[in-house]
């Protein structure tokens, strides 16, 4: 499946939005999921194949250095009815595959991907939600926010680099959002975790999403399991990258670290 650019917008410094639309979404089906992802493939620079490929078919027939890079992005927004879709994608300058690459499509450009897939959604049931990440999980989060059932209460924390770097977010529901800056130094990987300690946590049910760095993803479910006594089966936690570690070499070690993650604290 693929998608062509029709519009670009930069939504912070560091957050690129891409619209896509085109023939090539005919076959497109939302899951009900609001951390709805599809499997994006980009190809290396002087790809001898075009533009519109079949990413298993180019890894069975090319060398290796030929194959496309594979990347998870969040599904923003799927319109039905024009049969559009809205993909966030956070760009640190020059680093990274997928980032470089969005910053660089103009209206045309072409975007193969698999899925979407997903198997997060708001319950409806919770007496309140708990939302926390960085800006990997912000297009999840913002589209979660968009599914919070009317008066719900939203408890969001989110992390960034600064004010230029947030982004409006709204919802039916009735957010206690707080905006986390970096400032640089080691202990930006507690800024999460100790803003969670610091929450009065609410009464009734919590239903809670928590992604983003690795180490940072890992204290947050430990303080939730073992401080707050709450089970695995009220949260989505998983660690979307870790720090001081490339996409590649974080993907060789994710299943391994999850694992261990898990088995900490079952």
Same mark, same amino acid.
């Given at each position: 499946m693929y998608g062509r650019v029709v519009g670009t917008r930069w939504l912070t410094p560091g957050l690129l939005r891409l619209t896509l639309g085109g023939e090539g979404l005919d076959g497109f089906g939302m899951v009900d999921a609001t951390d709805a992802y599809i499997n994006v493939a980009i190809p290396p620079a002087g790809a001898e194949y075009g533009e519109i490929f079949d990413p298993r078919e180019v890894r069975d027939s090319r060398p290796r250095e030929q194959w496309p890079a594979r990347r998870r992005y969040t599904v923003r927004r799927w319109d039905p009815e024009l049969r559009l879709l809205e993909v966030d994608f956070v760009v640190h300058g020059v680093e990274g595959v997928a980032g470089p690459w969005a910053a660089a499509a103009r209206e045309g450009t072409v975007l193969v991907f698999e899925g979407p897939a997903g198997g997060y959604r708001p319950d409806p049931e919770a007496d309140w939600h708990l939302l926390v990440g960085d800006e990997s999980a912000l297009p999840a989060i913002a589209?979660?926010?968009?599914?919070?059932? /009317?008066?719900?209460?939203?408890?969001?924390?989110?992390?960034?680099?600064?004010? *230029?770097? /947030?982004?409006?977010?709204?919802?039916?529901?009735? +957010?206690? &959002?707080?905006? +986390?800056?970096?400032?640089?130094?080691?202990?930006?990987?507690? +800024? +999460? &975790?100790?803003?969670?300690? *610091?929450?009065?946590?609410?009464?009734?049910?919590?239903?809670?999403?928590?992604?983003? *760095?690795?180490? /940072?993803?890992? %204290?947050?479910?430990?303080? &939730? &399991?073992?401080?707050? %006594?709450?089970?695995r089966s009220e949260m989505s936690c998983s660690p979307y990258w870790r720090r001081h570690m490339t996409d590649e070499a974080w993907r060789e070690v994710k299943r391994d670290f999850v694992t261990a993650m898990e088995d900490e604290v079952a």
């Open positions: 589209a979660s926010l968009d599914a919070l059932p /009317e008066g719900a209460l939203g408890v969001v924390r989110l992390v960034c680099d600064g004010p *230029e770097h /947030e982004i409006d977010l709204r919802s039916p529901g009735r +957010l206690d &959002l707080r905006w +986390l800056h970096r400032t640089g130094s080691p202990s930006d990987a507690d +800024l +999460l &975790l100790d803003s969670l300690r *610091e929450i009065a946590f609410p009464r009734g049910r919590m239903h809670a999403f928590v992604h983003g *760095e690795a180490d /940072e993803i890992r %204290g947050i479910r430990r303080h &939730l &399991l073992i401080d707050h %006594g709450y089970q």
